[in-house]
């Protein structure tokens, strides 16, 4: 099993700024995954981080909106950049471990 | 491009009842199934993985079975209690990424248990 921890859990950011949230995982694992959910929707990957290499992103985001960093097998960051009301979400890492995977508790941003 | 559909999309029962869920992919290429709990305002709780070769997975009161071919699987709830009221999310795992890949969620059911 692997147990996430996600910061901030929660955050009211101005129109504009930046944010960044943290992802520590309790064991060394090779793949970290991004998530966001926005309201009312279901989950959509951002991108997958692998430790040394740059992150892969999916359809419909960018690196320059979504800088992502991933300095060792344990810790990861996602950092919400010039950040506008329709990026109120909540942002989850995730982990995959055995056939599963884990998730942390999530980063509830509103943006107003 | 797979993609994950989950009926209803919302669900009010009383407490006691049984009830379905249901969840349906396009892609039957699947490395396997996951359903999870979100509460509101919270991150997500694995309830039950199935593998691609099984059919069915059983933890308490939950059982979630696999029809691969047919795209389909349900998570039945017997004896339903306030306390199971969530959004139960599907989520599959395509079949090329295997233990590392990621997963691809439906919409979610949102239940609603009254006492």
């Known amino acids: 099993s692997a147990v996430i921890s996600q910061k901030p859990s929660r955050d009211i950011c101005q129109r504009g700024t930046s944010l960044t949230i943290q992802c520590q995982v309790d064991?060394?694992?090779?793949?970290m995954f991004w998530y966001r959910q926005q309201p009312g929707q279901s989950l959509t990957l951002i991108a997958t981080a692998n430790q040394g290499s740059e992150a892969t992103y999916e359809s419909g985001f960018v690196i320059d909106k979504f800088p992502i960093s991933r300095p060792n097998l344990t810790f990861s960051t996602l950092t919400v950049s010039n950040m506008s009301p329709e990026d109120s979400s909540i942002y989850l890492c995730?982990?995959?471990?055995?056939?599963?995977?884990?998730f942390g508790e999530g980063s509830w941003l509103t943006v107003v | 491009k797979q993609e994950v559909t989950q009926i209803p999309a919302a669900l009010s029962v009383p407490e006691g009842e049984n009830l379905v869920l249901n969840c349906s992919f396009t892609?039957?290429?699947?490395?396997?199934l996951q359903w999870f709990r979100q509460d509101p305002g919270k991150g997500l709780t694995s309830l039950l993985l199935i593998q691609s070769s099984q059919r069915e997975q059983t933890s308490g009161r939950l059982n979630a079975s696999l029809d691969k071919s047919s795209g389909r699987s349900t998570l039945y709830i017997a004896a339903s209690q306030p306390g199971d009221s969530a959004t139960y999310l599907c989520a599959v795992r395509p079949e090329y990424g295997g233990s590392q890949g990621n997963l691809i969620f439906g919409k979610g059911t949102k239940l609603s248990v009254k006492p």
């Open positions: 064991s060394q694992v090779t793949m």
């Open positions: 892609d039957s290429a699947i490395y396997n």
């Open positions: 995730s982990v995959p471990s055995g056939n599963t995977i884990y």
